[in-house]
Structures are given as C-alpha cells and as structure tokens.
Antibody, heavy 120, light 107 residues
Framework: QVQLVESGGGVVQPGRSLRLSCAASGFTFSNYALHWVRQAPGKGLEWVAV????????FYADSVKGRFTISRDDSNNTVILQMNSLRPEDSAVYYC?????????????WGQGTLVTVSS | DIQLTQSPSSLSASVGDRVTITCRASQNINNYLNWYQHRPGKAPQLLIYAASTLQSGVPSRFSGRGFGTDFTLTISGLQPDDFAIYYCQQSHRTPPYTFGQGTKLEI
C-alpha cells in the first residue's frame, strides 16, 4: 500500500536550518510529483512547495521562496525539504503529499506529518 | 494567486443531519476544485476531486458540486466519524495550489 513517512522535525532556533525527509513506498516513486503542505498551530493547511516527477520543475509559496528548497532522490524514494533562515512563523506540522498522475493535480495520499518548532 | 473562501468557518450539527459547506474562488477555476477531510493528529484525506468526483473508498454520503467560482460539499446523513475539519483546494494551472481556510464541523 502507498505510504509516505515524514521525518526530520524538531525544535530549532530562528535563523537556523532544518532538513525534512519524506520516505515513500508502495508505488513507482519516479512517476509522481510530490508536495509539501504545512499547518501552523491553530491554522489551516498551507501549500508550501512541489517538485515534478522528473525533478526539473519546482514551485514554492511566496512565504518560503528563497529560503526553502525541495528536491528528490529517486534512488531512495525520498523527497526532501531543506529549510534555511527559519522564522517563528515557519512553526508547523509539515506533511508530504503525492499528486495524482492525472491532469487534475489533486493530492491522493498524505503522510502523518512531522512537527517543526522555531523558537529561541 | 487564486484565493478560496470557505463558509461557514464552523458548523454545529447532529448525527444524521445533512450539511453543506461552500467554497468560493477569486477567479474562474473551471472544476479544478478538491475537498479534503482532516481529523486532528491524522493525515488529511482526499474526499472529492474535479469538483464532483468521489475518491475511491469514500462513502457516497459525500458529494460535491460546482463550476467556475462557486462550489459546495454536502454530507448527507452525518456519521460520528465525519466531525472534522474540511478544506477545499484549487489545482488550476500552475501552483500555488491554495487551500480554503477550513470549516470545522462539530457536534
């Protein structure tokens, strides 16, 4: 069955970096685009970033552009979110999600999330 | 960027009730509109995509309608498991694939 498992969350000081990973299994990883979505405490879902199935196309939310980098390692079925210059407002549960292969671009599977807390 | 506005922000209902949540887009998104259910501490779950297509395995009491800028999610015959937060999301053209602010469905 399809599984997405996030890791790498934790407590980090403002201005520091953190690297999140999402390990995928149960499907042909290289055929799918992958997204990161976050939920700050008491807030709704916020789309963060996407990487295409081939890895050459990436998009970012304005709130993280220039600070976060999404990448993928197809040999290890992993998508990575490198987060630099972290701010308190980046504190959230971060989810990875698989984009369906159709042209409707919906997210058909999600991980359970990993918590990031940015605080001094 | 396309903005999505959900209403109401919260909703109280009882088991067996029929409820409708509305999602309005700031511009025409055709039918690139998806609905998700999110229970606390769980992964969000896709309910409906392309405005009205039920995702495999989702109970038929969930239904979606709409095109252009106005969309609805209806749950007929609420069950205890349905009390959660519901989000609409647009996936029109290129990202950002924005979410609505969410509707909390409470008992």
């Amino acid at each position: 069955q399809v599984q997405l498992v996030e890791s790498g969350g934790g407590v980090v000081q403002p201005g520091r970096s953190l690297r999140l990973s999402c390990a995928a299994s149960g499907f042909t990883f290289s055929n799918y685009a992958l997204h990161w979505v976050r939920q700050a405490p008491g807030k709704g879902l916020e789309w963060v970033a996407v990487i295409s199935y081939h890895g050459s196309t990436k998009f970012y939310a304005d709130s993280v552009k220039g600070r976060f980098t999404i990448s993928r390692d197809d040999s290890n079925n992993t998508v990575i979110l490198q987060m630099n210059s972290l701010r308190p407002e980046d504190s959230a549960v971060y989810y990875c999600a698989r984009q369906d292969v159709s042209s409707w671009y919906y997210f058909d599977y999600w991980g359970q999330g990993t918590l990031v807390t940015v605080s001094s | 960027d396309i903005q999505l506005t959900q209403s109401p922000s919260s909703l109280s209902a009882s088991v067996g009730d029929r409820v409708t949540i509305t999602c309005r887009a700031s511009q025409n998104i055709n039918n690139y509109l998806n609905w998700y259910q999110h229970r606390p501490g769980k992964a969000p779950q896709l309910l409906i995509y392309a405005a009205s297509t039920l995702q495999s395995g989702v109970p038929s009491r969930f239904s979606g309608r709409g095109f252009g800028t106005d969309f609805t999610l209806t749950i007929s015959g609420l069950q205890p498991d349905d009390f959660a937060i519901y989000y609409c999301q647009q996936s029109h053209r290129t990202p950002p694939y924005t979410f609505g602010q969410g509707t909390k469905l409470e008992i």
